[in-house]
Nanobody, 115 residues
Framework: QVRLVESGGGLGQPGGSLRLSCAASEDILSFSTMGWYRQAPDKEREWVAAIYSNGSTKYADSVKGRFTMSRSRASNSGYLQMNSLKPEDTAVYYC?????????WGQGTQVTVSS
């Protein structure tokens, strides 16, 4: 079982930025995919971003152009750089990793965007 630990959540202002981290217990380059979901109050879980084994990335339309996903072998972590934050970005953000053995999830980190 892959262990994933998110960090970097907190309070952001509209138009501001936050950077989320997802530290993994196993080599992130062994993952077929790594990314983020979020769940806002009274809403269904929403896919946000993913990075694939070849390094390509994809984003939900709601965050495209504002969020950027990356990964680092040095820290064995994935990152979600969130710019131009909007109040509707408020949610619990969950990191995930996909392997041949299944999908693993982090515990979640709260992001609140408010003025």
């Amino acid at each position: 079982q892959v262990r994933l630990v998110e960090s970097g959540g907190g309070l952001g202002q509209p138009g501001g930025s936050l950077r989320l981290s997802c530290a993994a217990s196993e080599d992130i380059l062994s993952f077929s995919t790594m990314g983020w979901y979020r769940q806002a109050p009274d809403k269904e879980r929403e896919w946000v971003a993913a990075i694939y084994s070849n390094g390509s990335t994809k984003y939900a339309d709601s965050v495209k152009g504002r969020f950027t996903m990356s990964r680092s072998r040095a820290s064995n972590s994935g990152y979600l750089q969130m710019n131009s934050l909007k109040p509707e970005d408020t949610a619990v953000y969950y990191c995930f990793a996909g392997t041949a053995w299944g999908r693993s999830w982090g515990q979640g980190t709260q992001v609140t965007v408010s003025s």
